[in-house]
């Protein structure tokens, strides 16, 4: 899971949990993700991203580790900053750019991870 995503549907939750018990957020929180106050958004995404990282330590799919590079098998690292996985050994981006042109994470991504 990207720490966009759970972010989003961590606030997205939390407002519907909030009414379901009586909980009045603020105003300016009762808008979808994109449209958070930018302090309140990057709170979110941070805490996404450790909830991720603490919790996600391993992905497996078809049984398979996937925390390797698939060319030089090198553990593969996360940047926070860009919401991607990549090789430091091999220097390159192990996840595609996502289609949103105005993606905090994707917009500024350089060619290569630094």
Known sequence: MKVKELAKFMHDSYEEEAKK???????????????????NKLVMLKIAGLV??????????????????????TKRAYSELYDAYYCPKCKFWLEKICPDRKCEFCKDRPKYPQ
Do not use: A, M, Y
């Not at 991720?52 to 098998?73: G, M, Q």
């Open 21 to 39: 018990v009586g909980w009045n957020t603020q105003d300016k929180c009762k808008v979808e993700f994109e449209d958070l106050p930018k302090q």
């Open 52 to 73: 991720i990282k603490r919790f996600n330590h391993k992905e497996k799919s078809n049984n398979k580790d996937v925390t390797d590079c698939p060319h030089c098998k």
